[in-house]
């Protein structure tokens, strides 16, 4: 009997017992290894940003954002009848002209394109107390909202809506802020990456580095490294106060329209089990291109006319006319000049 209630009382006690284990790991993870996280994740990587030269057909555009902050940017017309348009993301730290290389075919082809250099970016006015990161956050994305809001209120904005296509950050922030809106038909990425599921892969490497407790890296489950994770990113918006990082995984889950992923097999900084990750979280439709050798956002340089032919097949597919074409909301203006 003795033996049956001591049996009892550990089924009932364990998870008090576990939960108690896990609260005692957390914050000494927290006291002994945070500082480590927030400098890692504030800590820029050294990507190769591509800096495009001037092209001398494009229509160079200003608009104003939130805080009457001025963005440059410029619309490149197609030559033929057109197709559609397509709003592009910039990779961080790229200018403007750095969309021509990457959409100049799609020009040719019959695309209208534009691109935006956010603010604190390329030429674009300066936030003060703001310094961007490769992570995204509510600058990023109320300044594509300006940028959709511009082609929204042209006098030749496309009835039937537009496309998105991005590289990077650029593509995570295009996808957070236009992932609900119906003018905003499909989306093409390359290289999209989320902060939790790109921190939260490499905080189990970073542990086993700074850590020779082996158990600490063996007990703890996915989602507790989740919540190391978020602190980190609260502690480094205490200390960039203009900055409030944002997660794409919310609004992919609720993101409907079709997507083209595309990723580098061979990416070393956002690896494709991250972007695996990400992927599954959108409903669909969607389509993952893992590009065999590509490392981060080479998958153009590397797969050339495989890439070009795809990212026009998709968007012949999916920006073609509807019977039911959602019309620009003039609700939303931006000035030009």
């Known amino acids: 009997m003795d033996l049956f209630i001591s049996g009892i ?3 009932l006690t364990a998870p008090a017992i576990l939960a108690l284990v896990l609260t005692c790991t957390y914050f000494f993870i927290v006291h002994r290894y945070i500082h480590f996280v927030v400098r890692i ?27 009457g902050l001025r963005l440059k940017g410029c619309y490149l017309k197609t030559p033929l009848a057109r197709k559609g348009v397509i709003l592009f993301g910039l990779e961080f730290g790229a200018n403007r002209w750095s969309c021509v290389p990457y959409c100049e075919w799609l020009q040719e082809a019959g695309y209208d394109i534009f691109a935006i250099e956010t603010r604190n970016q390329g030429e674009s006015d ?6 961007p990161l490769q992570w995204i956050t509510q600058i990023e994305v109320e300044d594509m909202k300006s940028a959709v809001a511009y082609l ?6 496309d009835p039937k809506g537009i496309g998105f296509y991005g590289i990077s950050k650029g593509a995570a922030a295009g996808l957070y802020s236009t992932a609900q809106d119906p003018w905003v038909r499909c989306c093409v990425t390359d290289g999209v990456f989320a902060a939790y599921t790109t921190m939260v892969p490499f905080m189990r490497q970073w542990i086993s580095i700074y850590s020779k407790k082996t158990w600490l890296h063996v007990i703890m489950p996915w989602w507790f490294y989740g919540l190391i994770g978020l602190n980190a990113i609260r502690r480094t918006e205490r200390e960039r106060p203009g900055a409030h990082f944002l997660h794409l995984e919310t609004k992919l889950k609720k993101m409907r329209k079709p997507w083209l992923m595309i990723h580098g097999e061979k990416d070393n900084y956002i690896k494709p089990d991250m972007a695996r990750s990400l992927f599954r979280l959108a409903p669909g439709p969607k389509w993952m291109w893992l590009v065999p050798g590509a490392k981060h956002n080479q998958a153009l340089p590397l797969a050339g006319d495989e890439f ?10 999916h920006l073609r006319p509807t019977s039911q074409e959602p019309a620009p909301d003039k609700s939303l203006t931006a000035s030009a000049t």
């Open 41 to 67: 994740f504030t800590e820029k990587p050294l990507f190769i940003v591509p800096r495009g030269e001037l092209h001398g057909a494009a229509e160079k555009v200003e608009i104003l954002t939130t805080g």
């Open 308 to 317: 070009r032919s795809r990212v026009l097949g998709f968007f012949d597919t």
């Open 152 to 157: 929204k209120s042209r006098p030749d904005a």
């Open 9 to 11: 009382v550990l089924v």
């Open 126 to 131: 300066c936030q003060p107390d703001y310094e």
